[in-house]
C-alpha cells in the first residue's frame, strides 16, 4: 500500500514527520534509486527500495518505547553535523533505530522519551494532546507576584502567546528553583519565558511526561518503558490499538 514518505519515514523509527520532511527537502532520501525532493510522495514499503542518506530502510520488528536520562552536553538528534555528542551515542546495546520524542536542548537535562513508533511521537508532541511534561528549573532572580500570575497565563514570544502553564517555587532561594508544567514544547521555551522576564535560567531538567516520571534512572542510562506504561500513554493519547512491543 501506498503511504507518503515522510510517514513511512516516521514509521519506520527513522525521524519524526517534520523531520522526515526536511530529509525529502534536502535530497537525502531516494526511491527505486531516484532522489525524491517533493512533499506529497509516496511509495510502498513492501514493493519499494526507500533509502536515506544511501541507507536501504526496512520495517522495525517490534515498537520501541524508550525512556532515557538526558545528561546536559547532548544534543537531541541521533546524528549532528557539528560532532557534538547526541543521545545516539547513550543508547548503547539497542539493536533497532530509535529517535527523540521532541527535544530537550543542549544544556537540559532529564527525561526524554525515544521510540520508531510515529503515530505515538506525532501524538506525544502535539499540543492539542494536553499532556503535561513537568521540568523544574534554576533560574538568577525570583519572579514578582505579577510576573508570577503572567508566567501562568502566558507571555508574547516571536509573535505568539504561549499556552497557560504551570509555575511553582520549591525552593526559595537568591537563585530559587521552580516547578513548571507545559502542554506545548517550543524551542527553548522555559528559556525564553523567564527571560523576557529578565531571569536567566541556570538549570533545567524535565522530571515527568504525562504520568511517567524520571525516577532513579541515572544520567545517560535508559530503559525501556514496561507494557502497563505503554498501554497508559496509548489510552491518554487516544490510541487505542494496542500493538506488540519489542525489547
Known sequence: MQERLQKILSKVGITSRRKAEQLILEGRVSVNGEIVVEMG???????????????????PKGLLYIALNKPAGYVTTMYDPEGRPTVSQLMKGLKERVYPIGRLDYASEGLLLLTNDGEFANKVMSAHSQLVKTYVVKTTGNLTHEQEEQFRRGVPLHGKRTAPAGLKMIKNQENPWYEVQLVEGRQNQIRMMFRYFGRLVEKLKRVKVG???LGELKQGEWRSLNPKEVAKFRRILKLEKLVATSE
Open 211 to 213: 504520568f511517567l516520571e
Open 41 to 59: 510522495s509516496k511509495a510502498d514499503l513492501e514493493t519499494d527500495h526507500i533509502k536515506v542518506d544511501g541507507k536501504l530502510i526496512k520495517k
